[in-house]
């Protein structure tokens, strides 16, 4: 267990404050947690405003997607979660996941000067095919409404080694730079600045004005891929309401909502 926050992690509010980032205030951050996810879901149900974030060095029970577990390195990874005061309707939520996505793409692009930065739909941020980061995003809702959204991110910074079972598909911000690997308060401020700055555009009006930016860091247009149904054909891109589009053979476009695709290898 690891039992102080990192040298490189304590000037996160700092650089939000300089930044005049909307969100990011405040900022609890921790060596050791369960899941910073699980932190801003109790956060939220006690009343904490909208751009609380939570941070820790390690978490003893992170998770990804479909509940699988995240695998990270203490201290050497972005473990974030931020809190989201937004009232929008369930189908909004996989747009935010995008637009989260699109914000740690930037963050890392900005930090580490690469530019084959991706994201590959619906969560991952990936160079090269390997993972570099990931995005959950989880929402409580009244009814049928959203009042609150937890965007949780973990980032592979420091990290030049992986475990035996990821070690082919994964890779890190300090693989990827050009130079000195950035600090992972800055990689946590910008992606905390970019994600302000465009959402609520997306809350109020989808992903149309952001449609030029998904086109280019799109990891799949062009490529043939399969569903987890099955569906097999060549993605053509991300609509305004989130969704892969896939050309089957036959001409059809497929829209999928949710769930995962794999690149089909020719």
């Given at each position: 267990?690891?039992?102080?926050?990192?040298?490189?992690l304590?000037?996160?509010?700092?650089?939000?404050?300089?930044?005049?980032?909307?969100?990011g205030?405040?900022?609890?951050?921790?060596?050791?947690?369960?899941?910073?996810?699980?932190?801003a879901?109790r956060?939220?149900?006690?009343g904490?405003?909208?751009?609380?974030?939570w941070?820790?060095?390690?978490?003893?029970?992170?998770?990804?997607?479909?509940?699988?577990?995240?695998l990270?390195?203490p201290g050497?990874?972005?473990?974030a979660?931020?809190?989201?005061r937004?009232?929008c309707?369930p189908?909004?939520?996989?747009?935010?996941?995008?637009?989260?996505?699109?914000?740690?793409?930037?963050?890392?692009?900005?930090?580490?000067?690469?530019?084959?930065?991706?994201i590959?739909?619906?969560?991952?941020v990936?160079?090269?095919?390997r993972?570099?980061?990931?995005?959950l995003?989880?929402?409580?809702?009244?009814?049928?409404?959203?009042e609150?959204?937890v965007?949780?991110v973990?980032?592979?910074?420091?990290?030049r080694?992986f475990?035996?079972?990821?070690?082919d598909?994964?890779?890190s911000?300090?693989?990827?730079?050009?130079?000195d690997p950035?600090?992972?308060?800055?990689?946590?401020?910008?992606?905390l600045?970019?994600?302000?700055?465009?959402?609520?555009?997306?809350?109020?009006?989808?992903?149309?004005?952001?449609?030029?930016?998904?086109?280019?860091?799109?990891?799949?247009?062009?490529?043939?891929?399969?569903?987890?149904?099955?569906?097999?054909?060549?993605?053509?891109?991300?609509?305004?309401?989130?969704?892969?589009m896939?050309?089957?053979?036959g001409?059809?476009?497929?829209r999928?909502?949710?769930?995962?695709?794999?690149?089909?290898?020719?």
């Amino acid at each position: 267990m690891i039992r102080r926050v990192g040298a490189d992690l304590e000037r996160a509010r700092t650089l939000v404050a300089e930044l005049g980032c909307g969100l990011g205030h405040p900022m609890t951050i921790v060596a050791t947690t369960v899941s910073t996810n699980d932190d801003a879901s109790r956060g939220a149900r006690e009343g904490a405003p909208h751009g609380a974030t939570w941070v820790a060095e390690d978490q003893t029970a992170g998770r990804g997607r479909r509940g699988r577990s995240w695998l990270a390195v203490p201290g050497e990874c972005v473990l974030a979660s931020v809190l989201l005061r937004v009232a929008c309707s369930p189908q909004r939520l996989p747009q935010i996941a995008l637009l989260a996505g699109l914000a740690v793409r930037d963050a890392v692009a900005r930090a580490s000067g690469a530019d084959d930065v991706r994201i590959k739909w619906p969560n991952d941020v990936v160079v090269a095919d390997r993972k570099l980061a990931g995005v959950l995003v989880e929402g409580a809702t009244v009814g049928a409404r959203v009042e609150a959204v937890v965007v949780g991110v973990g980032i592979n910074v420091h990290a030049r080694s992986f475990p035996d079972e990821i070690a082919d598909r994964a890779t890190s911000v300090a693989l990827v730079t050009r130079g000195d690997p950035p600090d992972r308060a800055v990689v946590l401020a910008h992606f905390l600045a970019s994600l302000d700055r465009d959402l609520h555009v997306v809350v109020s009006r989808g992903l149309g004005l952001l449609r030029a930016r998904l086109e280019a860091a799109d990891a799949l247009a062009g490529r043939r891929v399969r569903s987890e149904a099955g569906d097999e054909g060549i993605a053509a891109g991300i609509d305004d309401d989130g969704r892969l589009m896939v050309r089957r053979d036959g001409g059809v476009i497929a829209r999928l909502g949710a769930g995962e695709v794999f690149l089909v290898r020719t």
